[in-house]
């Protein structure tokens, strides 16, 4: 693994319990999940009986999966993360480098993955050697958040970056291997959970990246917390449809 792939399974190690912590108090993963799920299916040419949960974490994005009926292949590249996972199938391992052969897969979905990594054309590449003709890839990635005028949070705040990618970047990558549909979804959020969804190691580096996971939190934390009120958190989903055979 490389220096920047060693920092990427670093800031996971350490997201385990606050990525929980966040879950607990908004539900926004399963959501994002159970919708991405959503679109999957209703795009795919038949059943998802396999699906390859990419950048699973401790499970939220799993659990959704094998209650909807598929069998859930759960990726990570943070052990620490693959522990708190209750799925039978587990593997560690890498987007670029998929540990798995051709056409293995029903469907790929990356639910709230896809953007933490540097490069996702690669990730892309590989979840489109892996998904069978006629099988789906999904991902979702944060456009940010906005108050009630639809002015961004983050336009006046000082922060060093905005994401390792954006989700105009996600979708064109998955564009360049698959017919794409995308759309956005908008959840009512207030002050205090903006704050705790920085409070994750992982998502605090889109703020500070180079900064260490301890150090990122407690700066993401000082930059939000005079923030008050509600505000509208919107994630862009793009799923993408593999040419089935002939």
Do not use: C
């Not at 922060?159 to 390792?164: G, I, K, L, Q």
């Amino acid at each position: 693994m490389t220096g920047l792939k060693d920092a990427v399974r670093t800031n996971f190690d350490a997201s385990a319990d606050a990525y929980e912590t966040y879950e607990r108090r908004t539900g926004r993963f399963g959501a994002l999940a159970r919708l991405l799920l959503a679109e999957m299916t209703a795009r795919a040419d038949g059943p998802l009986g396999v699906v390859l949960d990419a950048g699973a974490g401790t499970g939220i994005s799993t659990a959704v999966i094998a209650e909807g009926g598929s069998r859930p292949v759960a990726l990570d590249v943070s052990r620490g993360m693959l522990r708190a996972n209750d799925a039978g199938d587990r593997v560690q391992g890498d987007f670029d480098r998929l540990p798995f052969p051709a056409d293995a897969f029903d469907g790929v979905a990356f639910t709230a993955s896809l953007f933490l990594v540097p490069d996702p054309a690669v990730a892309v590449r590989e979840a489109a050697r892996v998904v069978r003709p006629g099988g789906v890839v999904g991902a979702v990635a944060p456009l940010g958040w906005v108050d009630a005028d639809g002015t961004d949070l983050f336009a006046s705040l000082d922060r060093e970056s905005r994401s390792p990618t954006g989700a105009e970047e996600v979708e064109a990558a998955v564009a360049s291997a698959f017919d794409v549909r995308t759309g956005t979804w908008r959840f009512a959020t207030t002050a205090e959970d903006v704050v705790r969804f920085h409070a994750i190691p992982a998502m605090a580096a889109r703020l500070y990246p180079t900064a260490p996971p301890e150090e990122r939190v407690r700066r993401a934390t000082d930059l939000l917390g005079s923030l008050e009120g509600s505000f509208e958190q919107r994630w862009r989903w793009v799923v993408g449809a593999a040419g089935g055979p002939g």
